[in-house]
């Protein structure tokens, strides 16, 4: 059973914005590393971003400077704001704890990125 819902992608112009929403549910939400994912059409699911409980965060280098993460643990919820967005950052984004939990995958949210 999955344990996050990520909301919010959607069909954006390169240069345009969006941001995504990761709801959980674990009673631990607040004292996990949370961490965003993505998976681009044809390959593997990789690591872009995480916030530990401390609100330290870290980057892949594809997003550094136009992404960001926060958290709002009242509402149990990270956020990815994407800014300045290109065609090579359609996939599929998801959500999960850092290190992933297998279980713990949801659906996640389409976001594509025309030229």
């Known amino acids: 059973q999955a344990q996050f819902v990520e909301s919010g992608g959607a069909l954006v112009q390169a240069g345009g914005s969006l941001r995504l929403s990761c709801a959980g549910s674990?009673?631990?939400?607040?004292?996990?590393?949370m961490a965003w994912f993505r998976q681009p059409p044809g390959k593997q699911r990789s690591l872009i971003a995480y916030i530990d409980p401390g609100l330290r965060t870290n980057y892949a280098d594809s997003v550094k400077g136009r992404f960001t993460i926060s958290r709002d643990n009242t509402k149990r919820t990270v956020y990815l704001e994407m800014n300045n967005l290109e065609p090579e950052d359609t996939a599929v984004y998801y959500c999960?704890?850092?290190?992933?939990?297998?279980?713990?995958w949801g659906q996640g949210t389409q976001v594509t990125v025309s030229s």
């Open positions: 674990r009673d631990t939400f607040s004292r996990t590393t």
């Open positions: 999960n704890t850092n290190p992933y939990s297998r279980q713990y």
